[in-house]
């Protein structure tokens, strides 16, 4: 048995960005991943995820502001270039546009209304019917890129990282000390961080009282790009009253080397994350196609790779970030949790040193759910 000071339990974005955090701060962090690097049975890999700044609520926008500085900071640290701002477009019939405007112009973050002619004019390859909104700043992450860099920094930073390392159990003892047990053995530890994504449930049990997390199978999918005559930036769209054939949103993004990426928002089948099948559901993606077809012509309907991904979606879609003892769980980032990856890294560090994490994203939310 080893006494440490910090384990994190899980090596995707959210705990890489964690260890990174954590041993800036001089702290002796042992990073622990069930799956060998670059594993896709989770939520982080991928070439693609949006950087989309379209929030109004405050404490996200805080930390859209920090998570871009610190983006930054992670790309001058390991020589990684990680976000590339290409903006995103916001259209449809979403009715919290003028909130976002202004949330963003509080913040500094700039952001501005275009008409759909003003809007085609400048990205021919989608199409556009409502008024939308270009938040010029927002943009695009390289996931893979994004976990490799973190736990390099994190190793420089002198944290110790163990792929294909599977915690079986988690213990409380006492309130400095819990046991963490994997096939080699039994670790101990002052405060163990857990970012499991679709495993948290499974792995904390009666250890830490969650709030019910759905992990689903989703189902995105790459289509060739047809027209190359401009930048393609982000886009999220919302159904308006005709589109009842949507299952939800779209969002997508161009995937150098891939093509144009393009999803529905948590509306895949509910899954046991170690008993997934990572196939397409077909009636999904026939709607999907059916969506590229009507509203994006610069990318090609027909010429399409599916691809599949975990969501951990809370009940409420707001992410978990708290301290429950000795434990820290950063959990149920409801597939929209990534652009936040470095500073999420910095409030589970907070937590570790007893500092509170913003209300908003507390436990305590979940009392009467």
């Known amino acids: 048995m080893t006494d440490l000071d910090v384990i994190v339990v899980g090596g995707g974005a959210m705990g890489s960005a964690a260890a990174w955090q954590l041993a ?88 501005a209304f275009l008409t759909p002619e003003e809007a085609l004019r400048r990205w021919p390859g989608i199409r556009f019917e409502t008024r939308v909104l270009h938040t010029p700043t927002a943009g695009r992450l390289h996931a893979d890129a994004a976990v490799r860099a973190l736990q390099q920094a994190a190793v420089a930073r002198g944290a110790e990282v163990r792929h294909q390392s599977p915690v079986r159990g988690i213990r409380v003892v006492d309130d400095d000390r819990v046991e963490v047990r994997t096939d080699d053995g039994t670790l101990t530890a002052r405060r163990v961080v857990v970012t499991a994504g679709a495993w948290t449930s499974k792995l904390l049990g009666g250890a830490v009282e969650l709030p019910p997390l759905v992990v689903t199978q989703e189902q995105p999918a790459h289509f060739a790009v047809r027209d190359t005559s401009f930048e393609w930036p982000g886009f999220n769209h919302r159904p308006g009253p005709g589109d009842d054939w949507w299952y939800s949103g779209v969002y997508g993004m161009l995937t150098p080397g891939a093509g144009v990426k393009a999803g529905w928002h948590g509306t895949g089948p509910v899954v046991d994350p170690d008993a997934r099948d990572f196939l397409p559901e077909p009636v999904q993606l026939a709607a999907l196609r059916r969506y590229m077809r009507e509203w994006l012509p610069g990318a090609d309907a027909d010429a399409v790779t599916a691809i599949s991904c975990t969501y951990t979606t809370t009940p409420d879609s707001v992410f978990l970030l708290d301290a429950a003892g000795p434990i820290v769980v950063g959990a149920g980032f409801s597939g929209h949790g990534f652009k936040f990856t470095p500073a999420i890294g910095r409030v589970l560090a907070d937590l570790v040193d007893g500092r509170p994490s913003p209300g908003v994203f507390r436990l305590r939310r979940f009392a009467t759910v």
Request: charged share 20%.
């Open 24 to 111: 800036g701060r001089g702290r002796e962090v042992l990073l622990l991943e069930r799956f060998a690097q670059g594993h896709v049975n989770g939520a982080s890999h991928g070439a693609s995820r949006n950087f989309n700044l379209a929030y109004a609520e405050p404490a996200h926008v805080a930390l859209l502001v920090e998570a871009e500085r610190r983006w930054r900071d992670l790309e001058a640290e390991t020589g990684t270039l990680l976000l590339a701002q290409v903006g995103i477009v916001n259209h449809g019939d979403h009715p919290d546009l003028d909130d976002v405007h202004a949330a963003l112009a509080s913040a500094g973050i700039p952001s």
